[in-house]
């Protein structure tokens, strides 16, 4: 698919999404818009047929929910995902820091058992303050688990304030190189060409973590960069924003 269709399925899913915000009357619109070109060239670009997804920011899941409705599943549109496999939900998720640990063992599974596929994840920022993140990276690398692709959103913000100011990370990247995992940063998580270039210097032999700097609230400026948008129901002052700015 080329850039252009992706920048065209982007604008759609933010416009998607935000009508289905207006009809639950929830909106975790903050960490859901940052992860928009993310999903999208996930499913649209880089899965296989054997691979599976997990989405372990379910607080986030309505985009997620909504391209899998589009590929034919009756997937629920709501938060916190349950395990559904035959709608495309791999595992049960919502509590940060258990999407990874999960992911790390059927990565673990699949290689002790020699079956193909890789298990690509989607985890936040603010997971990488939990035990159970670097839990999970010390068991993937001792088990040279490179079927295993760890994606971060890394939108700096989570639910009341900045990352830097709640328990700082610091050099992210470095952290995790120094588990002997594989690190790639991406500086444009908006940019599919970026993600694209990222996404390709995954390697063999070591698990792949992917951290993508992204803009939390991305397309809707006057919600961009705003602990606000964590969790917020939508004014209708805030629809009327919106649907400028998403040209609805």
């Known amino acids: 698919m080329s850039i252009e269709k992706l920048k065209k399925q982007a604008l759609k899913l933010r416009q998607k999404t935000f009508n289905a915000f207006i009809k639950n009357r929830e909106a975790h619109l903050g960490g859901s818009y940052s992860m928009i070109e993310i999903l999208l060239y996930v499913y649209e670009v880089f899965l296989k047929e054997k691979d599976k997804f997990i989405l372990s920011k379910a607080h986030a899941s309505f985009p997620l929910c909504i391209l899998l409705r589009e590929r034919g599943f009756k997937t629920k549109i709501k938060t916190h995902l349950e395990i559904d496999e035959k709608n495309g939900i791999n595992c049960t998720t919502g509590s940060l820091g258990h999407g990874l640990p999960i992911a790390t ?3 673990f599974a699949r290689k002790k058992l020699k079956k193909k596929g890789r298990i690509i994840v989607l985890i936040s920022d603010g997971e990488c303050q939990e035990g159970t993140t670097w839990e999970s990276l010390l068991i993937a690398s001792k088990h040279k ?20 100011d709640a328990l700082p990370l610091n050099n992210l990247v470095k952290k995790f190189k120094s588990f002997n995992c594989n690190c790639v940063s991406i500086k444009n998580g908006h940019s599919f060409q970026s993600i694209i ?11 792949n973590i992917i951290v993508i700097n992204t803009i939390k609230g991305k397309g809707i400026k006057e919600f961009e960069n705003d602990t606000v948008w ?7 002052d805030d629809i009327e924003i919106g649907r400028k700015r998403l040209k609805q």
């Open 145 to 164: 688990l490179d079927n295993l692709i760890i994606i971060v959103d890394y939108n700096k913000l989570q639910a009341l304030s900045a990352l830097k």
């Open 197 to 207: 270039s990222g996404m390709r210097k995954i390697r063999k032999g070591k698990p």
């Open 230 to 236: 964590h969790a917020r129901q939508l004014t209708i």
């Open 105 to 107: 063992g059927m990565a």
